[in-house]
């Protein structure tokens, strides 16, 4: 009996020890398929995947130019204020809109143009007509849509915007663009809706959008909107014609978008803004961009905290083989 209970005994634990070893590979085969090793390209360490242009919102007031994966231009103004707009021009000069003031500086880092934004105002938002002029939306009390001369420091064009909160200056608008058609998509972020203005400041279109930041309209007529929870694609009619939730993918969750793009290619890259204001810690490496497939695949995502290409918080990217917004723009007959 001794020995039929110890044969009985030892092929139980058989038993036991193969079920034990096929569940832990079973386990680890689960845990592995849930937790694939990201690439360079996911990780955020692949800054070659296209040449861009950066800047972002921070303390600092930081541009950058990147190729071939590395930080070939910077660029720091001095002075108060946060870039929360930035255009690179034919000629390689970059316009930028940052709080107080419009500012364009060449690739030798001079300053060649400037304008200063009244007391009590706020420009966060800038773009060129031709080789002179820029068109920017003023926050202020009322709120104002100028087109400069940037030869004479004239203003050639101003109209009275209505905003959401006139008293509360730094919330009313951030990002505005040209349309194709020349009319002007303007951001209210203190409203929560994207607004199309003629050059007689008449309104034609007005998109809900709560939690909004920036909007333009892209190749195919529609308009790319980032706002708090999603980025959305929506036709003139209003229509929701491709949206991605922002904080869908745990391992690429954005909760401060900025700005949009769409690529050629189709694909879109959303800027993550990060807030240096109320937290500096930046050892976890926090989100500054993805690239989505129109199938909602993260194909590209950009985590650069550390030197030699520490690019900072993130509001614009521009691919440099792709520039979005040129000197070709028109507002009505100004050109």
């Given at each position: 009996?001794?020995?039929?209970n110890?044969?009985?005994s030892f092929?139980?634990?058989v038993r ?5 070893s096929?569940f832990?590979v079973?386990?680890g085969?689960?845990i592995?398929?849930?937790t694939?090793?990201?690439s360079?390209?996911?990780?955020g360490?692949d800054?070659?995947?296209f040449?861009f242009?950066?800047?972002?919102e ?6 950058y130019i990147?190729?071939?994966?590395k930080?070939?231009?910077?660029y720091?103004h001095?002075g108060k204020?946060?870039i929360?707009d930035?255009?690179?021009l034919?000629?390689?000069n970059?316009l930028f809109a940052?709080?107080f003031a419009?500012t364009e ?5 001079e300053?060649v143009w ?7 105002t706020?420009?966060h938002t ?5 080789k002179d002029l ?5 926050n ?11 030869k004479?420091?004239?203003m050639?064009k101003?109209?009275t915007?209505e905003?959401?909160n006139p008293?509360?200056t730094?919330g009313?608008?951030r ?19 994207v607004?199309?203005?003629?050059s007689n400041?008449k ?6 959008a709560?939690g ?7 190749a195919n007529?529609?308009?790319l ?5 999603k980025?959305?694609?929506v036709?003139r009619k209003?229509?929701?014609v491709?949206?991605?939730p ?12 900025q700005?949009?793009?769409r690529l050629k290619?189709?694909?879109?890259i959303v800027?993550?803004?990060?807030n240096q204001?109320s937290n500096?810690d930046v050892?976890?490496?926090p989100?500054q961009?993805?690239e989505l ?7 590209w995502?950009?985590?650069s905290?550390?030197n030699?290409?520490n690019l900072?918080p993130s509001?614009?990217?521009?691919p440099l083989?792709?520039p ?10 100004i050109?």
């Amino acid at each position: 009996m001794k020995m039929k209970n110890l044969v009985t005994s030892f092929k139980s634990q058989v038993r036991i020890g193969l079920f034990l070893s096929v569940f832990s590979v079973g386990v680890g085969q689960q845990i592995h398929a849930q937790t694939p090793a990201l690439s360079a390209a996911l990780k955020g360490e692949d800054l070659s995947r296209f040449d861009f242009f950066y800047a972002g919102e921070s303390k600092l007031e930081n541009m950058y130019i990147v190729r071939k994966g590395k930080i070939v231009w910077s660029y720091t103004h001095p002075g108060k204020g946060e870039i929360s707009d930035a255009v690179m021009l034919s000629n390689g000069n970059v316009l930028f809109a940052h709080q107080f003031a419009i500012t364009e500086v060449n690739q030798k880092k001079e300053v060649v143009w400037n304008y200063d934004a009244p007391a009590n105002t706020e420009i966060h938002t800038a773009q060129p007509i031709g080789k002179d002029l820029v068109i920017f939306v003023q926050n202020s009390n009322p709120a104002k849509i100028y087109v400069i001369n940037k030869k004479t420091n004239k203003m050639v064009k101003e109209l009275t915007i209505e905003a959401g909160n006139p008293s509360s200056t730094h919330g009313q608008f951030r990002h505005a663009r040209l349309t194709k058609a020349g009319t002007y998509l303007v951001s209210h972020m203190d409203k929560g809706k994207v607004c199309e203005y003629d050059s007689n400041g008449k309104l034609l279109l007005t998109i809900d959008a709560p939690g909004l930041w920036g909007a333009e309209e892209i190749a195919n007529g529609n308009i790319l909107i980032a706002a708090r929870n999603k980025v959305s694609e929506v036709n003139r009619k209003s229509e929701v014609v491709w949206e991605y939730p922002l904080m869908s993918n745990p391992d690429f969750a954005i909760n401060s978008p900025q700005i949009a793009i769409r690529l050629k290619n189709g694909n879109t890259i959303v800027n993550n803004w990060f807030n240096q204001w109320s937290n500096e810690d930046v050892s976890k490496k926090p989100l500054q961009a993805i690239e989505l497939t129109p199938d909602k695949k993260v194909v590209w995502a950009l985590r650069s905290w550390v030197n030699p290409a520490n690019l900072g918080p993130s509001t614009i990217i521009t691919p440099l083989n792709e520039p979005r917004t040129t000197e070709k723009a028109f507002f009505g007959d100004i050109h």
